[in-house]
Structure formats: C-alpha cells, structure tokens
C-alpha cells in the first residue's frame, strides 16, 4: 500500500512570505502529526490532528498552523517566514492517536530552505 | 523538553560488529519505540516494546526493556554499510498522546 506522501519535496522560500506543506497519510490512518527537525534541535513536535481535531500542540508560535480534512490529508501553513524556519518537516501517520501501540509511519519530509 | 536520550551521541564501527545504543527516559512509560533515519529522509519504525516486555527481536535488530532503570538498548548484530543511519528513541507518557523524543544516536558503518 502507498505510504504517507509528502509535497513538495523541496522548497525556497524568501523571508515574510508563508508556505503551505501538505501530506497524506497511509489509507485507513487517522492520525497525522507534523514535525520539525534542525541539526541544532533535533526533531521537534509541531501538532497532531486525530479525526480533523488537534489533539496536541507543540511549542512553536503562532505563525505554525495546521488542518485536517475529512479524508484524513493534512497541511501546515507557516506564515511571516524567518530564516529560522529552514528545516526538515516531517508528516507521520498512526492509526490512532499519538503513534500509540502502532508506531508512526514517516513521510519522506519537504526541506524547506528560507532566505 | 526532550525525555529520551540517547547514548552514544555517535557510534562508528567496521561492517561485520555489532552495535549497540542506548536510551534512557525520566517518568514512567506506556512503550517505547525505535526508529531509523537515513540522511535527510524520513524516519522508518523499526521496533515498539511494551512496558511489560524485556526483550523484542526483529532480524537482526534486538531491543531490551528495563522499566526500572528507565532505559532501552537497541542491538544490531552483523552490521552492515547500509545501517549506517541516525537511531531514534521515542516513548509514549500515556495520557496526552504524544511521542517524547531523543536526539539520537548517529551510527557509521566503515567498510
């Protein structure tokens, strides 16, 4: 079966200008969790949607937001880029919530590089 | 704040050894979870292991559990150039859903 896709794979951003990643998960999971990962901070929780709710927020501001549609697909919007924002972001889909008992299962990630 | 830490932060070690890394956690756990990353890819599961179990194997990979002294080892046993990766550990608190993660340990497999 297909995997969690991720799109686009790559992308350039200028600072100030926002950016829409979107993911969709293996068919039949309905959770989606969306990550950041720096070599300086490592891999970091951003939010998870369970069914179109946000079931859990990570630490970031404002600007990170996400969405859940009824067909269980996910995208995150990062508004007013800082250079900051360079990163790796990582979509993981579970069929329950939290990864819990079943594991995540990774998207391939789109490296977003701000400048 | 990350729960899980890993130990050794980097592991290089010929092909043909084995490997061995470490994961240590601060509170109680329901299970705690290992997954693999290859440069700049996305993370592969490789093991969960209950709060319950000891002891999990899946190939040549073999996880133990010590639930008293909050930690996890992850044994890869004939190492090959292709498990040159970075190993995460992750563990679930329980009630709020959410994966705890460590740094990782990066490992190099020398030919």
């Known amino acids: 079966k297909a995997g969690v896709t991720q799109t686009p794979r790559y992308l350039i951003k200028t600072r100030g200008q926002q950016v829409t990643l979107s993911c969709s998960p293996i068919?039949?999971?309905?959770?989606v969790s969306w990550y950041q990962q720096t070599p300086g901070q490592g891999l970091q929780f951003l939010f998870e949607y369970f069914s179109e709710t946000q079931r859990n927020k990570g630490n970031f501001p404002g600007r990170f937001s996400g969405r859940q549609f009824s067909n269980s697909r996910s995208e995150m919007n990062v508004s007013t880029l800082e250079l900051g924002d360079s990163a790796l972001y990582l979509c993981?889909?579970?069929?329950?919530?939290?990864?819990?008992?079943?594991?995540?299962?990774f998207g391939s990630g789109t490296r977003l590089t701000v400048v | 704040s990350q729960q899980g830490e890993e130990d050794p932060q980097a592991l290089s070690i010929q092909e043909g050894e084995n490997a061995t890394m470490n994961c240590s956690y601060k509170?109680?756990?329901?299970?705690l979870q290992w997954y693999r990353q290859n440069s700049g890819r996305g993370l592969v599961h490789l093991i969960l292991i209950r709060s319950n179990e000891r002891e999990k194997h899946s190939g040549r990979l073999r996880v133990t559990l010590d639930t008293s002294k909050k930690s996890s080892s992850l044994l890869i046993t004939a190492s090959r150039a292709a498990d040159t990766a970075s190993y995460f550990c992750?563990?679930?608190?329980?009630?709020?859903?959410?994966?705890?993660w460590g740094a990782g340990t990066k490992l190099i497999i020398k030919p």
């Open positions: 993981a889909s579970s069929p329950q919530a939290g990864g819990l008992n079943y594991g995540y299962t």
């Open positions: 068919s039949g999971h309905r959770s």
């Open positions: 509170t109680s756990i329901n299970n």
């Open positions: 992750a563990t679930d608190q329980g009630s709020n859903y959410q994966l705890i």
